[in-house]
C-alpha cells in the first residue's frame, strides 16, 4: 500500500528557507516512480512545483521557482525533499507531495509537473511567507 506523508511546513520570513520532506511507502525503484511536489492555495488550480524520476536522476521545475528550490530522493530513507530558499509571499500555500510511475517514453517537463501524472498524494503541509 503506498503511501505519502509530508513534514516540514511552518512559516518563515521572506527570503528566508523551508525544507519539506515527504516519506513515500510502498515505492520501490524497480517499479520507476515519478514524484513531485505540488502546491494550492484556495480558489486556485493545483500547480506543479517541481518533480524527480530517481531512476533516470532527473529533475523538473516550475519556472517561478528553478534557482530557488531543490528537489532530492534519498532511496535509503525513501524521502523526497523539497529544499525550498530566498521564499517570497508568492510561495504561500499549501504544498502536496505526489507519487506516479513512469510511463515507457517518459513525460515532457511540462507533463512531469501536471497533476494527472500522479496517481497517489499527501495529506499537505502549509508553508507562509511573511514579512
Known amino acids: 500500500q503506498e503511501q505519502l506523508v509530508e513534514s516540514g511546513g511552518g512559516s518563515v520570513q521572506i527570503g528566508g528557507s523551508l525544507r519539506l520532506s515527504c516519506v513515500t511507502s510502498?515505492?520501490?525503484?524497480?517499479?520507476?516512480?515519478?514524484m513531485a511536489w505540488f502546491r494550492q492555495t484556495p480558489g486556485k488550480e493545483r500547480e506543479g512545483v517541481a518533480a524527480i524520476w530517481p531512476g533516470g536522476g532527473r529533475t523538473f521545475y516550475a519556472d517561478q521557482v528553478k534557482d530557488r528550490f531543490t528537489i532530492s530522493h534519498d532511496n535509503t530513507k525513501k524521502t523526497v525533499y523539497l529544499q525550498m530558499n530566498g521564499l517570497k509571499p508568492g510561495d504561500s500555500s499549501m504544498y502536496y507531495c505526489a507519487a506516479g510511475l513512469r510511463p515507457f517514453g517518459g513525460y515532457s517537463r511540462l507533463e512531469y509537473l501536471s497533476p494527472s501524472a500522479y496517481s497517489n498524494w499527501g495529506q499537505g503541509t502549509q508553508v507562509t511567507v511573511s514579512s
Open positions: 510502498g515505492y520501490s525503484l524497480s517499479a520507476n516512480p515519478i
